[in-house]
């Protein structure tokens, strides 16, 4: 007889149609405290990270730098690392394939120990996720690269400093740069990083290497020099507001039509968002206290195109797909990172949306409201745009699988209560 284990799956319950008001935080950036985790990597001393946004892929991080021989601790949304006690070089596939970003240890493990042993992260439901720019980069450094059994198998006698281009068909690439750049902070000599990834993550990444002791410049252009230096010390650091997360939430506001203050994000990190909604017709206003985001009237269709930053972010493109969906006439979403991120065109039109995916372009007709209906989560950012297109549905909207949401935002259904929502969680 077998006996089956059902993990429990949440969904996420939402009573649409109540205009959200009130005043909300942003919690610390994932993608910034990812990278800086596995750049912990690179001292024998102790770091404290703050500002730690209390997620499942930070957990993941941990439980990776456990396995190595580290000690992490999150509390109360502070990071105590100490890599004083690594002595394994290998993560292993069961934690990497959970988790992309975890391939970022990478970079580090070779920065400091001149050998890794990392599992291919494998693709995701968003597309292939080639890591053919990392270790090109990489082996720029000095390191000779096998593939042995689905794992990168990394060795180095030295690391070597050397100028290289690390732009690929598809633009910048935040998670290669960061790699190389930890690669680079102890190799010999300078490292000259063309085309590297301008996004405020990678900059958090940078700064919190050069409080470590690093010499890096030119973090937030498509130029970043670094100049290896010969040890590491630890260091204190605090995480920037995650800008997708404010993204996120400016968006609810503006589909429910509501009244919201957003605390502590950065208007400087969101232009194109901004510019965009603001062609739309909603208004996001920076205050001394927050962005405040008031919408009444009546919006216009906007084309949207995803590219690296300080363009467009595709991490946002599902969220404003749901916009644009109860916004009347017609838009086109061009998705120029990952072409096939459209996971979420299916479920939305199941909620009554009228989208037409034609290779990377999404051609939305917008209609006047969304009717609620039991949807699937299939990734991270599809889940918040589901999420989005509930809050602004008429009758009842069931988001099942949110595991995924739980990977990127921190207690969004709570937050959301608190601006007026009708949304709670409940076991499958
Ligand atoms: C980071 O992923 C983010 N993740 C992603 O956010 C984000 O969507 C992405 O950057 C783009 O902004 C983290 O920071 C943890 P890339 P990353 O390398 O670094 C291609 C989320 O929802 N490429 O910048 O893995 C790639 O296929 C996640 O929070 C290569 O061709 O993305 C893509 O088309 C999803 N070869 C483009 O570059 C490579 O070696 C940009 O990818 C690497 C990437």
Redesign the pocket.
């Known amino acids: 007889m077998t006996i089956i284990f059902m993990i429990p799956l949440d969904k996420l319950v939402i009573e649409g149609g109540v205009p959200l008001k009130g005043t909300v935080m942003v919690s610390g950036a ?2 910034s405290v ?2 800086i985790m596995a750049a912990c990597l690179l001292t024998e001393s102790a770091c404290k990270i703050s500002n730690v946004p209390d997620l499942k892929d930070v957990i993941t991080m941990v439980k990776i730098l456990r396995s190595l021989g580290a000690h992490a601790e999150l509390e109360d949304g502070v990071l105590s690392i100490n890599a004083k006690n690594v002595r394994n070089h290998t993560a292993d596939y069961k934690l990497v394939s959970t988790m ?2 975890s391939f970022c240890v990478l970079g580090p493990l070779l920065g400091r120990f001149k050998k890794a042993k990392v599992s291919l992260p494998g693709g995701c439901v ?10 090109k980069g990489i082996k720029n450094l000095g390191v000779d690269i096998d593939i042995q059994a689905g794992y990168v198998v990394a060795t180095s006698r030295r690391l070597r400093g050397k100028s290289m281009f690390l732009g ?9 740069t960061g790699n190389v750049m930890m690669a680079a902070v102890l190799a010999e000599g300078k490292t000259i990083i063309e085309s590297a ?1 301008c ?1 405020p ?1 990678v900059v958090d990444l940078a700064d919190f290497l050069n409080k470590m002791g690093a010499k890096i410049k030119g973090q937030g252009t498509p130029c970043i020099e670094i100049e290896g230096v010969k040890h590491l010390r630890g260091a204190e650091y605090s995480i920037i507001p995650d800008r ?1 997360e404010a993204g996120t939430l400016i968006l609810a506001s503006a589909i429910t039509r509501g009244d919201v203050l957003i605390k502590g994000a950065l208007k400087s990190h969101l232009g194109a968002l901004i510019d965009k909604l603001a062609q739309m017709g909603v208004k996001v206003k920076d205050t001394e206290a927050g962005l405040k985001v008031k919408t009444e009237n009546k919006l216009k269709p906007v084309n949207i195109t995803t590219l ?2 300080p363009c467009f ?3 946002m493109q599902a969220q404003i797909m749901s916009l644009l969906s109860v916004t009347q006439g017609v838009s086109v979403i061009t998705e120029k ?2 072409p096939d991120r459209f996971m979420h065109v299916a479920e939305l039109n199941r909620m009554g949306a009228n989208i037409m995916r034609e290779g990377p372009h999404a051609i939305i007709e917008g209609k006047k409201f969304f009717s609620g209906a039991p949807v699937m989560a299939s ?3 599809a889940s918040a745009g589901l999420v989005l297109a509930g809050l602004a549905a008429k009758g009842r909207t069931d988001v099942r699988r949110i595991y995924h949401l739980d990977r ?1 935002y921190e207690k969004l259904e709570v937050k959301l209560k608190l601006l007026g929502a009708r949304i709670w969680r409940e076991r499958e």
């Not at 968003?126 to 270790?135: K, N």
């Not at 690929?168 to 290669?176: F, N, T």
Request: no cysteine; proline share 10%.
């Open positions: 994932k993608n990812l990278p992309r970003a968003i597309g292939a996720r080639p890591v053919d720019l990392h270790l690929g068909d598809y633009g910048s690439s935040v998670l290669a990834a996004e993550e997708i690296p930053y972010p595709t991490d990172i990952y990734d991270l950012r990127g």
